[in-house]
């Protein structure tokens, strides 16, 4: 029973947990940072620590997706950059599809009633407080780069706490129900555990 009530939140997040950043003034410093953050260019590197991780992680992310992305190549490419945006964010990969899951249904052009955007569904108000008036936040890497850079600064103002910056990032603080779908996403649908193969073959 408790399995089937999360499986029928979960359908449902998209419609009922889309996100609401809040607009907060930024210090100077602050606003420079996330500026900063999101514009600069994405380097021609892998966020893999070798073509073999880069594999495993791939062909255990993708048949989770088929569903609700059937074209194979805008699949793989989209994961490739969920796990750059998100490491390079300091972020967990798996983390970021359990939020994408809940704010979009991983659906590219979803708008939430109030005008979050994309697939991490980030508010227009940071395009002109961080970013550059071209930005669009339908842009796959946009979106991700904004979703992440976001993220992590929420969990740097919380000092760490996850359940506070998941809530800060839905414009629901202090509410249960969005950091509790997040983390039933994240653990249920994109668990992943790097095989011992993969870290015996690791570089030190």
């Avoid at 800060?168 to 969005?178: A, V, W």
């Amino acid at each position: 029973m408790r399995r089937l009530i999360v499986a029928l939140l979960l359908s449902s997040a998209s419609a009922a947990f889309a996100g609401a950043q809040k607009y907060e003034p930024l210090s100077a410093s602050v606003q420079a940072a996330l500026h900063k953050a999101v514009s600069d260019s994405r380097p021609s590197v892998t966020s893999f620590k070798t073509p073999m991780e880069a594999v495993d992680w791939l062909a255990a992310m993708s048949p989770r997706l088929e569903k609700r992305i059937p074209n194979r190549e805008y699949r793989i490419d989209l994961l490739r950059s969920v796990h750059y945006e998100a490491t390079r964010a300091g972020l967990d990969p798996q983390l970021v599809l359990g939020l994408m899951q809940v704010e979009s249904g991983f659906r590219k052009y979803a708008v939430s009633s109030a005008g979050a955007r994309g697939y991490m569904q980030v508010m227009p108000f940071w395009v002109k407080l961080i970013g550059r008036p071209d930005d669009s936040l339908f842009d796959l890497r946009t979106n991700l780069r904004y979703g992440c850079t976001i993220l992590r600064h929420y969990l740097e103002i919380e000092k760490g706490d996850l359940y506070r910056a998941l809530g800060r990032y839905n414009g629901s603080l202090g509410k249960p129900e969005y950091p509790n779908m997040v983390r039933a996403a994240w653990q249920n649908q994109w668990q992943y555990e790097r095989p011992a193969r993969l870290a015996q073959a690791a570089p030190n």
